[in-house]
């Protein structure tokens, strides 16, 4: 299949986003120049971004979808609403037959307002990746709630213990977003010491394999004395390796237990993502039982906080 990769995205910003992307822009050394209706336009190598005085942002060429999700979304929007073309969304239900020895790590509910965030890593080598591959093993996201209680189970079972999750309640999470101000640290965090926590187990792992979610040396500067001793790998739908999307699984099932236990304390049902649906739960818990107890079920830096509880 043809390598096809969005090269336009439009979104509208706040002045204080606006303020936050300037400063990211400059640096990180893009070119400032000027554009008629707009506060500034700024380009450097497959990227051209023009942030127009109504609010409007466009960002053109090769590297949008990569400047979307790795820096737009989690460091300037805070929001994750961006969605991959159908043709690369396809590519998931793909896997890659690499079943040398390594460890495969993937995080659940980073853009989720509800919950906090779950990273997990798994090991596998060649007799436990053929296991998983005939059970089917893919990203979690192409896998249905129920299926993944049971599939998590079956990969644990396989992997004879050697994985390891880190898992966040929101409360926690926040704290750390508070001290790290910045999602993707807080990320490189949790996957560094998911490797380390594997690397407990398996010692002589040679690889560690991501998924790509910010420039390289995150997760490398994170990692401690044993992790820094392995090849870490990082790159862009990761999950369409059997033991990332092994830990893919893991790291979702334990999202939706955390759910669970957010729902009842709060008294809701509470759903993914950060949509109108959202909101409207997030407003009914500060309406039942305060602010106080929504502070215990959410990531307080998403846009989506600000708006209920402005709105209270």
């Known amino acids: 299949m043809a390598d096809k990769k969005l090269t336009s995205y439009v979104c509208t910003i706040t002045a204080q986003q606006l303020a936050d992307l300037q400063n990211y822009l400059q640096e990180h050394d893009f070119e400032f120049k000027s554009q008629q209706y707009a506060h500034f336009k700024a380009v450097k190598e497959k ?105 998590a189970q079956q990969i644990r079972n396989i992997t004879n213990g050697k994985f390891a999750i880190v898992s966040l309640k929101p409360e926690v999470y926040n704290q750390l977003y508070d001290k790290i101000k910045n999602l993707n640290r807080l990320l490189a965090w949790g996957h560094a010491r998911v490797i380390e926590n594997v690397l407990e187990k398996v010692p002589d792992c040679p690889r560690a394999l991501s998924d790509k979610f910010g420039s390289d040396y995150l997760i490398k500067n994170a990692l401690l004395e044993k992790g820094r001793q392995i090849k870490l790998d990082q790159q862009v739908r990761a999950e369409s390796d059997v033991a990332v999307a092994a830990a893919s699984i893991l790291a979702r099932d334990h999202f939706l237990r955390m759910m669970n236990e957010l729902s009842e304390l709060s008294g809701e049902t509470l759903p993914k993502g950060a949509n109108d649906q959202v909101k409207r739960c997030a407003a009914a818990i500060i309406e039942k039982r305060g602010v106080e107890t929504l502070d215990r079920c959410v990531k307080k830096h998403f846009k989506t906080y600000r708006e209920v509880v402005n709105n209270e």
Not at 56 to 78: R, S
Not at 125 to 135: D, I, V
Request: zero cysteines; glycine letters at 12%.
């Open 47 to 151: 990227l051209n971004i023009v942030a127009y005085n109504s609010g409007k942002l466009t960002i053109q060429g090769g590297g949008t979808a990569d400047f979307v999700e790795f820096v737009l979304e989690p460091e300037i929007l805070h929001e994750f609403n961006f969605n991959l073309p159908d043709e690369l969304q396809n590519e998931g239900d793909a896997i890659d037959y690499d079943l040398t020895p390594h460890i495969g790590v993937d995080e659940s509910g980073k853009g989720d307002f509800f919950g906090g965030l779950v990273v997990a890593g798994v090991y596998i080598e060649e007799s436990s990746g053929l296991e998983l591959l005939k059970l089917g093993v893919k990203d979690s996201k192409k896998i249905s709630d129920k299926q993944i209680v049971t599939l």
